[in-house]
């Protein structure tokens, strides 16, 4: 498995989807392995609206939590077809490109590519969305636990 591999099972790992429904591509945002919420079509994002508390409304959904608008936009942008598991990683893939955390990956550089990404996935160390954030050194775990390598 390559770091871009173990990232992204770092994200669903973070994001808390990985053990959920069908490896979390099919989850939407507020679900627990004990109370799942799914989705039972790949044909397009769900855009379901989760309250999760007061003033903070979610449409969240698949395996790296990613949100109605965004799916719109790379949709367009990279010509996906639905939001199958491969459009999911794909987009997710894409965001990681566009933070510049790719060479990080690629050169093991871990800490700094989270770093980068914190902006896009909450549960990462510095997102600062005012969402449970996990701790670095968790995800460095779950990043090896998938066959990532540091440098």
Known sequence: ????????????????????????????????????ILFSSYADHPRVRVTLKPGLISTAAGRYQILA???????????????????QDLIALQMIKEQKAFTDLAEGRFDQAVAKCANIWASLPGAGYGQHENKLADLRQAFTTAGGVFA
């Open 1 to 36: 498995m390559s770091n871009l591999d173990a990232f992204l099972a770092m994200i669903a790992h973070s994001e808390g989807t990985a053990s959920i429904g069908d490896r979390g591509y099919n989850c939407i945002v507020g679900s627990t392995p004990e109370k799942p």
């Open 69 to 87: 608008r965004y799916f719109d936009a790379y949709k367009l942008q990279l010509r996906l077809q639905d939001f199958s598991p491969d459009s």
